[in-house]
């Protein structure tokens, strides 16, 4: 899966480093080695190396928002 700037993601209780008890997450900038993320509760960035965020990913931990979800919601 790519990863684009601007992607909302919903945690489940599996992502290990959700500090701040948020349900969603939003990409703010993606570069070739890292993810830069704003969650829902908090009002500060987190940088993830992409390797790792692509693993929660496919753990199933994060689960993408798509633009008809959020459009319902």
Do not use: A, C
């Amino acid at each position: 899966m790519e990863l684009y700037d601007n992607m909302e993601f919903k945690l489940k209780g599996s992502f290990i480093p959700n500090i701040s008890n948020s349900d969603k997450l939003k990409i703010l900038e993606v570069t070739g080695k890292s993810v830069v993320i704003q969650m829902n509760n908090s009002k500060r960035r987190g940088v993830f190396p992409l390797d790792s965020f692509q693993y929660w990913i496919k753990r199933n931990s994060l689960i993408h928002i798509d633009e008809n979800e959020k459009r319902t919601s």
